[in-house]
């Protein structure tokens, strides 16, 4: 299990995440020569080389928005200027993309950070640009929305791209689309002019990831573990019935892929910080604040929990925890990852993303007064920090596109390049886990230089319309 550091400071982490920019710099210079606005959309390195693989277009916002967030840590304006350039001439068709649940992913990423970049001051206010961008995450958010299907129990979840059956634990954070949409007095049009909520639809997806992806070890099947995740779940489509667990990416539908566990951690924390923007009035159809924080803070709290327990000391975990070459491996856990062994590769990508839940949970428990329980999240989420933040996952070699090695996208699929003379995937890097290590390294040096904190729907007096609950984000 993790071990915590409890010394770490965000002040002591600065020279890595210097660091990390300087090399990061080298890395978009090098993408946009190769991948030019045109070309597939960069998925995954092979051979230390960005390469695009078909499935869907669910990258292409984490390469322009990489730009836009090292213009947020560096202040250079070339990587502003180019990451606008780009979400102008090349992101309009993921705004109305219809077919897939990413639209938090690629929008939010581009549009998102132009607009909240302009809300925090960093860049001109222009009304006709901002208007644009505005745009942009209205539309996003209600297309997404869209994709709509209902559950017995009378809530429901924006589908995945496999279809109206399958729920994805990935779409949690991917709703931040709708939460934008909504902030900015956006409504989906339905048939004969009805107006339906972006909040209902957020609130809704939110809690049946919260009951159907996620575990809590009260008995529901026989591999019913606290803070376990499914990757998908499956429902019948003429009732809305749930079914089973299943799974894309993981090792089985009961054994749990850890990226998916990862957008979890970060998607709960990351709704909670939300919700805080809005009023007792506007959340009182739901249960009330109380019951609805209460639900996504047990989400929260157990995924964090599992992620802690089945990761090994330094904080990188194997890309599924039950995958079966994990018994070879003896302690594993008790010991630092090893990306090189010859029986299961590690996914850097899942702690990229993971210790951003860890951070954002641990503040807010700490900041609605349970510190201890806070501390405790975020000393972890600055552990796994110090090890992404350097080699072996520090990828400093100007010769290698990729920022944060070892990273694995589909290992059931076999697309993961093995090195020569190896047995897993290992020393390759993806455009998701690249994009978030930029962002957690921009939350991790805001947060050590006593900057605006980072959200994704930016400073909470940007939004007028709201009513804050006292908590605050």
Not at 206 to 234: C, K, M, P, Q, W
Not at 411 to 418: A, L
């Amino acid at each position: 299990m993790m071990r915590i550091d409890d010394e770490l400071t965000p002040a002591r982490l600065i020279p890595k995440i210097d660091r990390l920019w300087d090399a990061s710099a080298e890395k978009i210079d090098s993408i946009e020569k190769t991948c030019p606005p045109g070309s597939a959309s960069p998925v995954f390195t092979v051979e230390g080389r960005y390469t695009a693989r078909g499935w869907t277009e669910w990258t292409q916002g984490f390469q322009y928005g990489s730009a836009l967030l090292q213009f947020d840590a560096t202040g250079e304006r070339r990587f502003l200027d180019s990451g606008r350039e780009r979400t102008v001439a090349v992101m309009a068709s993921h705004v109305s993309h219809i077919g897939v649940h990413d639209h938090g992913f690629n929008n939010v990423s581009t549009y998102g950070n132009l607009w909240r970049l302009m809300a925090e001051g960093r860049i001109p206010h222009q009304r006709t640009e901002r208007d644009f961008y505005e745009l942009a995450l209205k539309l996003s958010g209600a297309v997404q929305a869209a994709r709509w299907a209902r559950t017995r129990d009378g809530g429901g979840y924006v589908y995945s791209f496999n279809g109206p059956q399958s729920l994805f634990v990935d779409t949690i954070r991917s709703c931040r689309a709708l939460a934008v949409s909504h902030l900015l007095g956006h409504a989906l049009m339905g048939e004969r002019d009805e107006r339906i909520s972006l909040l209902d639809r957020l609130v809704a997806h939110v809690l049946s990831t919260a009951r159907y992806n996620v575990f809590y070890g009260e008995g529901r099947d026989g591999y019913d573990v606290r803070g376990r995740t499914a990757h998908e779940s499956i429902f019948n489509v003429n009732d809305g019935e749930y079914r089973c667990p299943s799974t894309q990416q993981g090792y089985s539908p009961f054994s749990t892929w850890t990226r998916g566990l990862a957008w979890a951690m970060v998607g709960f924390p990351e709704q909670l910080e939300f919700l805080d923007l809005l009023s007792d009035e506007e959340l009182r159809p739901y249960g009330g604040r109380a019951e609805l924080t209460g639900v996504l803070l047990r989400a929260a709290t157990a995924t964090c929990d599992f992620y802690l327990a089945n990761t090994p000391v330094d904080g990188i975990p194997y890309w599924d925890t039950g995958a079966p070459g994990l018994a070879a491996l003896g302690d594993y856990l008790d010991r630092p990852a090893d990306p090189y062994n010859p029986h299961e590769p590690v996914d850097s990508s899942a702690a990229a993303i993971g210790a951003q839940g860890l951070l954002r949970l641990g503040r807010y428990l700490t900041r609605t007064g349970r510190a201890d329980e806070g501390r405790r999240y975020w000393q972890a989420g600055l552990t796994v920090c110090d090890t992404l933040f350097d080699e072996p996952y520090l990828s400093t070699d100007p010769r290698h596109q990729g920022l944060i090695l070892h990273s694995v996208y589909h290992r059931p699929n076999g697309w993961d390049h093995v090195p020569a003379g190896q047995r897993v995937p290992n020393g390759e890097s993806s455009m998701w886990g690249d994009y978030h290590a930029r962002e957690l390294a921009l939350y991790l040096g805001r947060v050590a230089r006593d900057e605006p904190y980072l959200t994704f729907f930016g400073p909470a007096e940007a939004h007028p319309a709201t009513e804050r609950s006292g908590v605050g984000a």
